[in-house]
Nanobody, 115 residues
Framework: QVQLVESGGGLVQPGGSLTLSCAASGITFRFYAMAWYRQAPGQQRELVAK???????NYADSVQGRFTISRDNDKKTVLLQMSNLRPEDTADYYC?????????WGQGTQVTVAS
């Protein structure tokens, strides 16, 4: 059974930092592209950052230079390090694992950026 479990969300002040973690089980993690998506209230889910099986990274323009995605294949985890957070980063953040047509989602973790 595939499981993606996110953690690390919470309330942070503007300009602050937060690191999200996603722990995967039930998949051959090293073969999967991993990504973080987010969904703000009333908005569509959007891609935040992606890291491929061979380590290539892509970021949404809105987070470029502020967020960093990384993976640890031994621990089967993917991290999203977020810095210089803005109120518009407030959303539920979801971990995604994809391999060809197979796609899996975590339950999400909430990030709120407010003073």
């Amino acid at each position: 059974q595939v499981q993606l479990v996110e953690s690390g969300g919470g309330l942070v002040q503007p300009g602050g930092s937060l690191t999200l973690s996603c722990a995967a089980s039930g998949i051959t993690f090293r073969f999967y592209a991993m990504a973080w998506y987010r969904q703000a209230p009333g908005q569509q889910r959007e891609l935040v950052a992606k890291i491929t099986a061979d380590g290539r990274r892509n970021y949404a323009d809105s987070v470029q230079g502020r967020f960093t995605i990384s993976r640890d294949n031994d621990k089967k985890t993917v991290l999203l390090q977020m810095s210089n957070l803005r109120p518009e980063d407030t959303a539920d953040y979801y971990c995604n694992a994809r391999l060809e047509t197979a796609e899996n989602w975590g339950q999400g973790t909430q990030v709120t950026v407010a003073s």
